[in-house]
């Protein structure tokens, strides 16, 4: 994990900077041309190194900025996952291919959404020659559905897709779903041309109506009638650039969505702790009748379950362990984003979590031709301590918890 | 159980990081003192230390002391100029110059830090120490270890020496550092020398793969922490130690702060109601 953690962090291209920021403003071509080389400036010695470092500051920043003010999130999601397996998936514009990446970035998604939303559950559907067929049903385990995206029978290409198809197969499901819940479809989409057998229009205002948010992944170019259908469900609609976007658009869908006004009352939903027990004689579980010694009683019931989380096979009772649903707390309560320390009011001379030290002001400012444009120190507005660019990343993404105002009374 | 996967990539020629974070609460130590106190504990921690520091000449050690409404780096700090003057410099012969260097600034900072009662008078919370920011600030700094060891020769782990009783306000930072903890790879090893068991600390090394001990015989510290703590990742696959007791994982619910069994989940944010 913490491998592609950083890979993914080193990644750094200037181009792709470049069009993301074109992009708010209009289509690409019909922008002044932008000469991507004319960013990267050498400094006195000849050397790319402070620009490329300049660069990637920038960059880790701009993933960090995010919403911090707390709204409802509905964390009990279900979701069905929509891969396109059309003939069109086969094209090499992605590497190795559009299919490849897909299925291994749709492993990656399953694990993180499940890490991120321990409580809510996923399904997959594919589509392929003008038909769509159901992988697996809605399921809280993340690796039931990894399972079939590996078995490569069922990943084979064939034909066109089927929007409409898809889109109403997982309805059917969805809407049986209890209200508590978020009811949620993410396409990944590699096919420019849809073959459906009515009126996609009806559907599109039947997911409207029954609360359905559609989000879709497009991998070759902007589709109106997905535009359109994301627009009206209130979902979220990209067209990937490069692999890295691709993931970045992915991984967007993870953290829980705000809950929409129609479905903003708090219900509340019963749940059962159990304790876990290891005997020293085998007796048999209630979900598999197999003898085990170790396994968690049912609060309500006292049958012994195998693994959690999960409904009770025997008195329905849903079940999970606290530590699962504390994984989705730092959702409820995000820290704020650290604001960027002015040459001027640099003083601080280390980072107050990780102890490394800052560049110095006055060697950098004025001998290199280059100046770096930040002073490295970011700082906490609640407890006022500064915190190197690494660990304001790390801060944010990973922990979600503030050394600062954790560590000193400041705050209280 | 996540960290146990990960095992299979532990190398006998890896090199440690030991992040060890004292809880210092002085008011906890007092009472304890007829058993163990502070300064006993500390000796035979120095021992320990310089034990791992023995071990490779390339591990590495960080102290953290957590203490009531402040946590602080001990060692390494970043500039210990200002303390060489007032230990003295003579170099000991007898002594490797590394592990007095490391006992030095522990000791000097921590005598700092104890110094200090103004920020302890005005904190109301006595009973607890500062345990969620001190993990917090461990964590950010084996991720900058670990980042500048680019070939991942660097093991990371960490020694809770424990002794206040678990602050309930605390829950929900020691679980987001337990995660993250979790899925960096990083086993978090509880030593619980004092009161009652904390449940929090006892989750975070059962979800890490940590190892949690009770110290029944505190003249015995120094010993258990050797043959319990110092192992490194690498030896801990071929130790056996005594099974895991039952966790308790029953939730607390937000609105009377009771452990339930069966309580009420809000979809939107998560209040408990207590039980039926």
């Known amino acids: 994990m913490s491998k592609q953690y950083k890979q993914t962090e080193e990644y750094i291209d200037v181009d792709d900077e470049i069009q993301n920021t074109a992009q708010q403003t209009g289509y690409s071509w019909e922008e002044e041309y932008k000469r991507s080389w004319d960013v990267l400036q050498e400094d006195e010695d000849g050397s790319l190194k402070r620009t490329v470092e300049n660069l990637q500051h920038r960059m880790k920043r701009k993933k960090l900025f995010r919403d911090t003010s707390t709204i409802r999130r509905g964390i009990i999601r279900h979701m069905f996952l929509i891969i396109d397996l059309s003939e069109a998936m086969m094209e090499k514009d992605l590497r190795p291919s559009r299919l490849e990446l897909t299925l291994s970035y749709a492993e990656q998604f399953i694990l993180e959404y499940f890490d991120q939303n321990p409580i809510s559950q996923l399904g997959i559907i594919v589509t392929k020659g003008g038909i769509a067929e159901k992988l697996t049903d809605l399921t809280g385990n993340p690796m039931d559905n990894i399972r079939v995206l590996k078995n490569k029978k069922n990943t084979d290409t064939d034909g066109e897709p089927s929007l409409q198809n898809s889109l109403q197969m997982a309805r059917s499901t969805l809407i049986h779903v209890p209200a508590h819940g978020s009811r949620e479809m993410l396409i990944i989409m590699g096919s420019l041309t849809t073959c459906d057998p009515g009126d996609i229009y009806d559907t599109i205002d039947s997911l409207v109506s029954e609360n359905i948010r559609v989000s879709v992944v497009g991998l070759a170019a902007e589709v109106q009638i997905c535009k359109l259908m994301c627009k009206k469900t209130k979902g979220t609609y990209g067209v990937v650039l490069n692999e890295a976007h691709f993931k970045d658009l992915l991984f967007e869908i993870i953290p829980p969505p705000p809950v929409s006004a129609a479905q903003n009352k708090a219900e509340l939903v019963i749940m059962g702790f159990p304790s876990s027990v290891t005997d020293s004689m085998p007796s048999l579980c209630a979900c598999h009748s197999k003898p085990t010694t170790s396994g968690y009683i049912c609060a309500r019931c006292n049958s012994k379950i195998c693994d959690l989380p999960t409904d009770c096979p025997v008195c329905e009772l849903t079940l999970v362990s606290s530590p699962h649903l504390a994984r989705s707390y730092h959702h409820l309560f995000p820290i704020d984003n650290f604001v960027e320390v002015p040459w001027n009011s640099a003083f601080a001379t280390h980072c107050f979590s990780c102890q490394m030290p800052f560049p110095n002001p006055t060697s950098t400012s004025l001998g290199a031709r280059v100046a770096p444009d930040t002073s490295g120190r970011y700082k906490c507005n609640k407890c006022n301590q500064y915190f190197c660019i690494d660990c304001d990343v790390f801060v944010h993404e990973v922990i979600h918890n503030c050394p600062g105002c954790l560590a000193t009374t400041s705050s209280h | ?276």
């Not at chain 2, 003057?85 to 700092?112: G, H, P």
């Not at chain 2, 200090?116 to 120490?129: G, H, I, Q």
């Not at chain 2, 670990?146 to 960490?158: S, V, W």
């Not at chain 2, 206040?164 to 899925?183: E, G, L, R, T, V």
């Open chain 2, 1 to 276: 159980m996540n960290a146990l996967k990960d095992t299979a990539t532990v190398n006998e020629d890896d090199a440690n990081l030991l992040v060890l974070i004292i809880d210092t609460n002085p008011l906890i130590w007092t009472k304890s003192a007829k058993s163990l106190s502070l300064k006993e504990a500390l000796r035979h921690l120095l021992v320990f230390i310089n034990a791992h520091l023995a071990l490779k000449h390339d591990n590495e050690v960080a102290v953290i002391a957590s203490h009531i409404g402040v946590s602080k780096f001990l060692y390494p700090i970043p500039n210990p100029s200002r303390l060489s003057e007032n230990t003295d410099q003579a170099v000991d012969s007898n002594l490797y110059q590394r592990f007095k260097v490391v006992n030095d600034q522990v000791i000097s900072n921590m005598k700092d830090l104890f110094e200090d009662v103004s920020t302890l008078n005005s904190y109301p919370d006595k009973a607890s120490s500062m345990i969620a920011g001190a993990l917090s600030m461990a964590l950010c700094y084996t991720n900058r270890i670990m980042r500048a060891d680019e070939i991942g020769h660097i093991k990371p782990r960490i020694l809770i020496i424990s002794i206040s009783p678990d602050s309930p306000y605390q829950y929900i930072s020691i679980m987001n550092c337990i995660f993250s903890a979790q899925k960096l790879g990083i086993p978090i090893d509880v030593c619980k020398v004092h009161s009652e068991e904390t449940v929090f600390l006892k989750q975070a090394a059962h979800l890490t793969g940590g190892r949690y001990l009770k110290l029944q015989i505190p003249q015995g510290f120094l010993q258990f922490l050797m043959i319990t703590f110092l192992p490194d990742r690498f030896t801990r696959n071929y130790q056996c130690l005594p099974g895991e007791e039952k966790v308790d994982f029953s939730a607390s619910c937000f609105c009377h702060k009771k452990m339930i069994d069966i309580g009420f989940l809000s979809s939107i944010r998560t209040v408990f109601n207590l039980q039926i």
